[in-house]
């Protein structure tokens, strides 16, 4: 305590602190007593393996009622999500079939950064699948969708091809950006990216859902951003800009509990992200069982579609490996941590669990799934490494719409000019 003594000492020692014991040590003034002090309400459970269902058909897409956690989601200013999900032996097995899926791509990402074949930033998802699989089986396929550098399963999700994602990640000609963009850069006719400055699309979100209300397409909006961003000015101008305007925005705080080496309750005053709109309700979900974030994103995009305006939605999941490749990601959380969080909430383990429980198949067919997925990813692996690099003249397309290109363009030195007419 003698640190105290100097304001130096006091400064470094109020940085030391978790900001919920700060917020505790506040004088008991009517000033902090608000309605709605959210700050330290509890989450909701993270767990893929609670919900429960009776009466499971024999019929393959013979559709029966799943119960979810009674704690899958929790609400601000708004109702919770139903609690009941809809959904067949198929659709299970396709959520699962996904999830596997989309971890095999990230982790021949990883062991191909590994050996040098992929350069530059790399950000994997490996322990968040539940979001971009559940989200987009939640969604509708002409829902619009834009979200940061965390990319790769979105691309696949929305129409892109494993194939397309790797490719890219080489720099090869079949990549989804034609090999010109890398990690952060895919995009498909519904989702903006990729995006690799932090906050940057959220803005760009609301004015997509500015668009779709302008042309009247009847699409919701997605826009994605994480824990870490979250405290950004912009990020708040997007939310004064969309409620305004009632537009059809799900603003989507993707909290993985860090940004880079620093943990949310460091970095946020108030760390229930769902809560964080003011006058915008929002909704927090277990972001780690995928038939509530199929329920939530379906809620989300029919309470904006109707009028409503924008809505909050907060994913509580958790990433596995570090930050970006170069970060092996244990110097700021306990390797403890990762190992609970992998034994008791894997969103891919969960479903599992409840696949065999309520006999839509045996372990064997599960096996069989992850085997396919391994040869699928393998077989895009190798398909990628035949590509050949993107000819020197691409360096030139897809930098305007076309036809609004100026009649030329400087290109990495004075002297290289580029004629468009
Ligand atoms: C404007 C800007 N500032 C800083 C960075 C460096 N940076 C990249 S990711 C990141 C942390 C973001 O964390 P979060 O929003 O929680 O997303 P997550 O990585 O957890 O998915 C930072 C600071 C950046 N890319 N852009
Ligand atoms: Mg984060």
Redesign the pocket.
């Known amino acids: 305590m003698a640190a105290l003594r100097s304001p130096v000492g006091a400064l470094r020692f109020a940085f030391r602190q978790p900001v919920s014991r700060l917020a505790s040590q506040r004088p008991a003034s009517a000033f902090y007593s608000t309605t709605v002090d959210s700050s330290n309400a509890e989450s909701v459970h993270i767990t893929a393996a609670s919900s429960s269902a009776t009466g499971v058909p024999s019929g393959d897409s013979e559709p029966f009622t799943v119960q979810l956690d009674a704690n899958s989601f929790k609400a601000y200013k708004t109702d919770i999500p139903s609690l009941e999900i809809e959904t067949s032996k198929n659709q299970l097995l396709h959520l699962y079939a996904e999830m596997v899926k989309m971890r095999r791509m990230e982790m021949a990402a990883d062991q191909l950064y590994k050996q040098k074949l992929i350069r530059g930033f790399c950000?994997l998802a490996i322990g968040q699948e539940a979001v971009a699989v559940g989200m987009e089986a939640g969604m509708k396929p002409s829902d619009k969708l834009i979200t940061?550098?965390?990319c790769h399963p979105f691309t696949v999700q929305r129409g892109g091809t494993i194939k397309s994602v790797i490719a890219e990640l080489f720099g090869r000609e079949a990549g989804i950006s034609k090999g010109k963009g890398g990690s952060m850069h895919m995009f498909t006719p519904t989702f903006f990216g990729g995006n690799?400055?932090?906050?940057?699309q959220v803005p760009v979100g609301a004015g997509l859902a500015f668009a779709q209300k302008y042309l009247g397409t009847q699409d919701a909006v997605f826009a994605m951003?994480?824990?870490?961003?979250s405290n950004q000015g912009q990020v708040f101008e997007a939310f004064n800009m969309a409620k305004l305007w009632d537009l059809p925005c799900v603003f989507v705080c993707?909290n993985?509990k860090?940004?880079?080496g620093t943990s949310a309750e460091r970095s946020s005053m108030n760390t229930q992200y769902y809560t964080r709109g003011d006058v915008i309700p929002g909704i927090q979900v277990n972001a780690m069982d995928v038939l509530a974030v199929q329920k939530a994103t379906k809620h989300a995009s029919e309470f904006t579609l109707a009028g409503n305006g924008p809505l909050l939605m907060e994913h509580v999941t958790y990433?596995y490996g570090g930050?970006s490749l170069s970060d092996p990601g244990t110097t700021y959380r306990t390797r403890d941590e990762i190992q609970s969080m992998r034994s008791s909430s894997d969103p891919i383990q969960g479903l599992k669990s409840k696949i065999l429980e309520w006999g839509v198949v045996d372990e064997a067919s599960l096996k069989k799934i992850d085997k396919e997925a391994k040869e699928e990813v393998d077989q895009a692996v190798e398909e990628a490494k035949q590509s050949p690099e993107p000819d020197a003249k691409e360096l030139w397309t897809d930098i305007y719409y076309k036809g609004t290109e100026p009649d030329w363009m400087r290109g990495r030195t004075l002297d290289e000019i580029h004629r468009f007419r």
Do not use: L, P, S, T
Request: hydrophobic share 30%; charged share 20%.
């Open positions: 950000h940061a550098y965390r690799g400055i932090v906050g940057a951003y994480g824990d870490g961003a993707e993985n860090y940004g880079m990433r930050h």
